[in-house]
């Protein structure tokens, strides 16, 4: 575990970070860029067994690894005579179906680590294990392309890692009216209606202001880009990613500046008596997507929008003692959307007779690889300003 | 001594002043202020936690039962967070707040991470035992700490398969800086440290068999070191005691390094290695009172936190809102994010965390609404004015009663001057103004809830 600066690969961090005129909108290299490509990321917490959402159903390794929780050949959505999705997973089949489904299999990272912090830390900062940056891979997006906060939003109340720049964080908000209201009350307004920009220095206390200043008008531009649009109804009630989906949707429906969304499932984390909790989670994460894509396509959205699916591990191949699974390595990931240049399976499952020193999946793409993919093809930006390295290029979109 | 620099000093060196005593210490020359600060913590004082509920767990009962090692899991968890408001309640009411102010440094420096809540608290001694102290007994206390032994892997550093996380994290963090050593330094090093082991109370163990007791080779010298050898080998170089005064200079100076008031402190600091020598020297130094120094640091939540409450005592009467604050902050004390800590200065500031943190002195005294959903991981707090179902109040007790004598025949000038140390924006000033001459309870929220508060 350990964190490091992120080296600087160009003026630009330095000499943007304040400039005299900092309180003006930061004029990027690529303007009008946000909100005609959007990236919606959900992360499912806790590292998510991809061995039994994606099931080997002709696998004896797995059967054998797993008496008591390898999910039985009959309760999956059989694909072929190797593959059967989880029986949860039925929405998703259907985008499957539809060529909108790439799986990624065997996604991860060198010397992978087994914690959930250093892990998530490292897919939030798109970092080697020995050498874990300080600004997040959507942050450096924002610091390099960025003007505003909302830029990126991630539906929560805490801003995660990965939206977090040097010189722009991204916006954490559960729903723009209740950001706007919450800066109608409480000493907010007559603070910022008294300042005097004019004597406003880029030190500490004129950051405070300024985060101040754009907080304010991040909440009103969202509360009134949306002022119009209702939440849909359509959405699976008393789900959470489900409730952050739907608010994703009248974002996106209401045409904002923003190209990255952030959100998360929490649950994953099965180290005993998995499968009944697996089953629901899952359950509760397809039909959030399937509603959300339906929602899209409703308002013509979809084709402008990918989703990716990620988790920070996925789980031993061994089922552990208490008929659950400890934490592994490698994973798949799920990217979703109308684009998809190689739609379906993008490579084979994992091979079980080769596993590492922990019994885990080796990995075999790089999730930064999938990372500068879309930063590059999709948000049609120089990937390596953001990720200061050159990752290959996959072609799954 | 100036009032501006009295402040000053108590907001690094520990958690601002009340108005009269700001005052009172105004009275008194340079020497006699800091020579007082030093004096007040001289003593060490544990923090005390009940840990007689560890009576039920001996060690011959956990090992062979796995039901009763995952009840004392998470029954320490509890125990955790209790020490927890322990410390903040300590921070809160110590006179010695030099010590405090150091020991939250230190926590910070020798970052580590625990479940057992016994071994935390002794990890906790050590470091106000040390935080005064030399600085090498400092950090051969902290390698045999059982917290630290098992947060950077050393019980797994055995001879013919090192582990290096403590290694490569005790040249990079703790004492030279990344850079400064070789990758052949760290497994030179991971060596020395072989055999280290914890006992079940938290004491230091130490398996000879594991350890390997081979000819080391580290910056230019050679033999069967263990690892208080190493440890006496780093403090050779110089490089050691510039790491560390550059970061005692960030905490508690300026995050902008001036590399001549550092040197003047690695002079003074290289070799003897006492803290507490190096701290009086920063503190009487005529540049820690420049004015690019003052009010130019952004509190952390723990800072904010416990200046609301030095200012006006406040009784968190359900601690779980506490943990909620803290957490909502981004600082749970114990619950570091990572090895290399808290960073600090902005990136304590979101969007969120400053529109909670302007808001704070309205909830905590005013009890104004906010609303949270619990979802299980405590990060769900936000503030809305609609009300709901969720919609709660902070269960506080303020006692004004002592905030009032604190206050008696003072004016509203006197109150800001001793709350805020900045620079105050020209606009906000005059905002202030508008306020009245009285230092009243709702004065006192708006001027807590100005940017400028946020700054010490």
Redesign the interface.
């Known amino acids: 575990m350990k964190r490091r600066k992120f080296i600087k690969n160009s003026a630009l961090a330095t000499t943007m970070a304040f400039v005299p005129s900092f309180l003006k909108a930061f004029e990027g290299a690529f303007p009008n860029k946000f909100g005609h490509k959007n990236l919606v990321i959900i992360h499912l917490m806790g590292g998510n067994d991809g061995l039994n959402t994606i099931v080997p159903i002709n696998n004896d390794i797995y059967y054998n690894a797993r008496p008591k929780i390898a999910i039985k050949k009959s309760d999956t959505i059989k694909l072929n005579y190797e593959i059967g999705f989880h029986k949860s997973l039925a929405p998703l089949k259907r985008l499957y179906d539809d060529g909108y489904l790439s799986i990624i299999n065997n996604v991860g990272y060198p010397n992978p680590s087994r914690s959930h912090f250093t892990s998530t830390d490292i897919w939030h900062t798109a970092s080697d294990h020995e050498n874990i940056l300080e600004t997040g891979w959507i942050g450096r997006y924002l610091d390099n392309y960025g003007r505003k906060p909302h830029n990126a939003i991630q539906i929560d109340d805490n801003l995660a890692l990965a939206l977090r720049g040097e010189r722009l964080n991204g916006i954490a908000t559960k729903q723009a009216k209740q950001l706007y209201r919450s800066l109608q009350e409480s000493n907010f307004n007559s603070i910022l209606s008294h300042y005097d920009n004019s004597h406003l220095t880029e030190h500490n206390l004129g950051y405070l202001y300024k985060t101040m200043i754009d907080a304010k008008s991040s909440a009103r531009y969202l509360y009134e880009k949306t002022l119009d649009s209702k939440l849909s109804e359509s959405y699976p009630k008393k789900s959470s990613l489900a409730s952050q989906l739907k608010v994703v949707g009248q974002f996106i429906n209401s045409g904002i500046d923003t190209s990255v969304y952030y959100t998360t499932l929490n649950g994953f984390d099965t180290h005993a008596f998995q499968n009944n909790k697996h089953e629901n989670l899952l359950k509760v994460y397809a039909e959030a997507v399937d509603a959300f894509v339906k929602d899209l396509k409703r308002n013509n959205t979809f084709k402008d929008t990918l989703i990716l699916t990620f988790s920070e591990f996925g789980r031993r191949v061994e089922q552990n003692y208490s008929d659950g699974t400890d934490h592994g390595a490698a994973n798949n990931i799920f990217v979703i959307g109308e684009n998809l240049k190689r739609a379906g399976f993008y490579n084979q499952l994992a091979n079980l007779k080769d596993l590492d020193d922990n019994g885990d999946l080796k990995y075999e793409i790089d999730f930064r690889e999938v990372y500068a993919t879309i930063l590059n093809n999709w948000l049609e930006v120089d990937d390596r300003r953001i990720l200061n390295k050159v990752f290959s290029k996959l072609n799954f979109i | 001594m100036k009032q501006r620099h009295v402040l000053h000093l108590y907001w690094r060196a520990g958690f601002g002043l009340k108005p009269k005593e700001l005052l009172g210490l105004s009275e008194l020359s340079k020497k006699n202020v800091v020579d007082n600060l030093f004096k007040e913590s001289q003593s060490v004082v544990p923090l005390s936690k009940d840990l007689s509920y560890l009576k039920s767990y001996p060690q011959s009962v956990l090992k062979n039962n796995k039901e009763k090692r995952k009840e004392l899991l998470n029954k320490n968890r509890k125990e955790t967070r209790i020490l927890n408001t322990i410390w903040l309640k300590r921070l809160e009411t110590t006179p010695r707040v030099l010590r405090e102010r150091m020991t939250l440094f230190w926590a910070n420096h020798f970052v580590c991470k625990d479940l057992a809540t016994n071994h935390i608290v002794k990890y906790n001694t050590t470091l106000r035992t040390h935080a005064l102290g030399n600085f090498g007994d400092f950090v051969k206390a902290i390698s045999k700490e059982a917290s630290m032994i098992k947060f950077l892997n050393l019980n797994q550093n055995k001879k013919d398969s090192p582990n290096e996380?403590f290694a490569?994290?005790l040249l990079?963090?703790f004492t030279l800086g990344?850079g400064n050593y070789t990758e052949k330094d760290i497994k030179e090093c991971a060596r020395a440290f072989t055999g280290y082991h914890y006992k079940y109370d938290g004491g230091f163990r130490y398996i000879r068999v594991r350890h390997d007791n081979g000819i080391k080779k580290f910056f230019g010298e050679e033999g069967r070191f263990n690892g208080d050898d190493i440890i006496d080998i780093i403090l050779t170089q110089k490089q050691c005691a510039r790491h560390i005064c550059e970061k005692i200079y960030g905490y508690f100076v300026n995050s902008d390094i001036n590399q001549n008031h550092v040197n003047k402190m690695v002079d003074v600091f290289y070799g003897n290695y006492n803290i507490e020598k190096l701290m009086r020297y920063v503190f009487m130094s005529d540049w820690f009172y420049d004015d690019v120094n003052i009010?130019?640091?952004?509190k952390s939540p723990i800072d904010l936190i416990i200046g609301i409450q030095r200012t006006v005592p406040v009784y968190f009467t359900k601690t779980n809102e506490l943990f909620r604050l803290q957490n909502?902050l981004?600082q749970f004390l114990l619950f570091p994010?990572?090895?290399?800590g808290w960073?600090g200065?902005?990136?304590w500031?979101?969007?969120?965390s400053?529109?909670l943190r302007?808001?704070l002195p309205?909830m905590i005294l005013k009890k104004?609404s906010y609303t949270y959903q619990y979802?299980?991981?405590l990060?769900?707090?936000?503030?809305?004015?609609?009300k709901n179902k969720y919609q709660e109040k902070l269960t506080v007790y303020v006692d004004w009663k002592s905030y009032r004598e604190s206050v008696k025949k003072l004016s509203l000038n006197t109150l800001k001057d001793t709350l805020i140390l900045?620079?105050i924006?020209?606009?906000?000033e005059?905002?202030i103004s508008s306020f009245g001459k009285r230092p009243s309870k709702k004065n006192l929220?708006?001027l807590m809830?100005?940017?400028?508060y946020?700054?010490c």
């Not at chain 2, 924006?425 to 906000?428: A, E, L, P």
């Open positions: 996380n490569r994290e990079e963090l990344e009010g130019t640091k952004i909502l981004d994010p990572n090895v290399a960073k200065g902005k990136y500031i979101t969007t969120n400053l529109m302007i808001k309205s104004e979802r299980g991981n990060k769900n707090l936000r503030i809305v004015s609609v900045c620079d924006n020209r606009g906000t005059r905002y929220v708006k809830s100005l940017p400028e946020q700054m």
